[in-house]
């Protein structure tokens, strides 16, 4: 059955109207050889030429673990003529069993001109059955956000590393927010890349015994990347929430000022430098220093704590990996508010 097989075409272009009939059709063709599997549905948009093939590429992947109705939507806002073109394909993978192929549906637009203002219309009418709506938005935000369409996602999901402004991008996403009566989740993959090293850091405090080093904290240093400094300060804010911090600007644009809730000062100073999202994290008091840093051999930390200033013997604990595909399938495991994020957010948006 070519139209199902897995390819990273868009498979074969339909009528925006006979969309559902040639669906049935689709799996009419396949004669029990394939099983349609779903349990969201994901929605897909972009602005970028070209990210249509991009991006099935990225839900062929995907899909390999996270069944679910895929509309990816390509929108040429510039376009002087209007326009919407669709395609329909399915990306199948055969099942652990090995007996028969689990297919996940996709349904392509190519949106030109004033025709993207069909948008949530064009969404709406393809989603499947009741399944929870998630929106990967890979734009900036801007006004006006369409209540019609917030009111319906379950879980919006971006990336704020590449943000210009981060307070006006993140006042848009809360006034979408509220429009919807409080019951989109907001999912930054900016914080998704903290995963892995936000748990680094924790499991030097999950004994209650730790906990007395909380209060001798006097400075962290969080390396980051070129292009993530923003990730940086979200795992600032992250901190700061937890132990309870309220921060202040400095002078120096990647140094922090945080007071404690005793009232004692404490530095947190950010260093560019090649590698990783965020490639160490020195967490000191005077007797201690907790480090978290990427392992030079692979996907892996390395963790550690001692003097500070002396060399020590790390132990090794998985990295997580930074490509969207793997960034996207953690976050589609994931269920419930992102209340930490938010929190950490409310600690540092200032400073972003």
């Known amino acids: ?82 326009r919407v073109e669709s395609w329909i394909s399915a990306h199948c993978h055969v099942s652990r069993a090995g007996s028969k192929q689990i297919c996940s549906e996709q349904i392509s637009f190519l949106l030109r001109g004033g025709c993207t203002t069909l948008l949530p219309s064009i969404v709406f009418s393809h989603l499947d059955s009741d399944l929870p709506f998630y929106l990967w938005w890979q734009e900036e935000f801007r006004e006006p956000m369409d209540p019609q369409l917030w009111a319906w996602v379950d879980r919006v999901i971006y990336d704020s590393q590449g943000w210009e402004d981060f307070s006006a991008q993140m006042h848009l996403l809360e006034s979408a927010e509220q429009e919807a009566n409080q019951r989109t989740v907001l999912c930054d993959l900016n914080w998704t890349r903290l995963d892995n090293v936000r748990f680094a850091l924790a499991q030097f405090f999950d004994h209650p015994a730790s906990h007395h080093h909380f209060a001798k904290i006097n400075s962290v240093r969080i390396d980051f990347a070129p292009g993530f400094r923003s990730t940086a300060v979200l795992f600032a804010g992250w901190l700061a929430a937890q ?3 309220q921060g202040k600007k400095t002078e120096a644009a990647n140094k922090f000022s945080f007071v404690s809730s005793s009232g004692r000062k404490l530095d947190v100073e950010l260093q560019e430098r090649p590698g990783d999202p965020i490639g160490e994290v020195a967490l000191a008091t005077p007797e201690v220093e907790f480090l978290v840093a990427h392992a030079k051999c692979g996907d892996l930390l390395e963790v550690s704590r001692g003097n500070p200033g002396e060399k020590h013997t790390p132990q090794l604990m998985p990295a997580g990996k930074n490509d969207p595909v793997s960034l996207m399938s953690e976050e589609l ?6 209340h930490v994020y938010l929190h950490a957010v409310n600690r540092v948006r200032d400073l972003l």
């Open 1 to 82: 059955m070519p139209a199902i097989a897995e390819t990273y075409s868009l498979g074969l272009p339909v009528e925006v109207s006979k969309i559902d009939q040639e669906l049935k059709k689709l799996w009419q063709e396949s004669q029990g050889a394939a099983t349609r599997a779903s349990l969201v549905n994901l929605a897909v948009y972009s602005e970028d030429a070209g990210s249509l093939n991009k991006n099935t590429q990225l839900m062929a992947k995907i899909t390999e673990n996270h069944a679910c109705r895929a509309i990816v939507i390509e929108a040429d806002c510039k376009a002087q003529e209007n």
């Open 333 to 338: 495991m994931r269920g419930g508010p992102h």
């Open 243 to 245: 132990l309870n911090w």
